[in-house]
Nanobody, 124 residues
Framework: QVQLVESGGGLVQAGGSLRLSCAASGRTDRAYTMGWFRQAPGKERDLITGFSWNAVDPYYADSVKGRFTISRDNAKNTLYLQMNSLKPEDTAVYYC?????????????????WGQGTQVTVSS
């Protein structure tokens, strides 16, 4: 089992930046694929970025490509999401997720562990 705790959400003006963190604890020695999802009110939970256990060739959804960057610090067991040039349509609850496997998969149902979520609100 692995536990995930997100932090770093908040209110920001359009064009601003935020960095989300996801601290992992528990069985962090296993090979996980990690990702960031987001869910806006009335919408599905969508994968916006992720990378496989070897952190090569991250996936980015078209909606965030060029603005968001996923990274990890293995020594701290922490996953990050740097969000730049934020837009009001980025407003959502952001979730960190992990799956036991070596591939980034798009479906939320394919992920085994979830954080509690952190709210990101972008004002126009």
């Amino acid at each position: 089992q692995v536990q995930l705790v997100e932090s770093g959400g908040g209110l920001v003006q359009a064009g601003g930046s935020l960095r989300l963190s996801c601290a992992a604890s528990g069985r962090t020695d296993r090979a996980y694929t990690m990702g960031w999802f987001r869910q806006a009110p009335g919408k599905e939970r969508d994968l916006i970025t992720g990378f496989s256990w070897n952190a090569v060739d991250p996936y980015y959804a078209d909606s965030v490509k060029g603005r968001f960057t996923i990274s990890r610090d293995n020594a701290k067991n922490t996953l990050y999401l740097q969000m730049n040039s934020l837009k009001p349509e980025d407003t959502a609850v952001y979730y960190c997720a992990a799956r036991l496997g070596r591939s980034v998969l798009l479906g939320a149902g394919r992920y085994d562990y979830w954080g509690q979520g952190t709210q990101v609100t972008v004002s126009s």
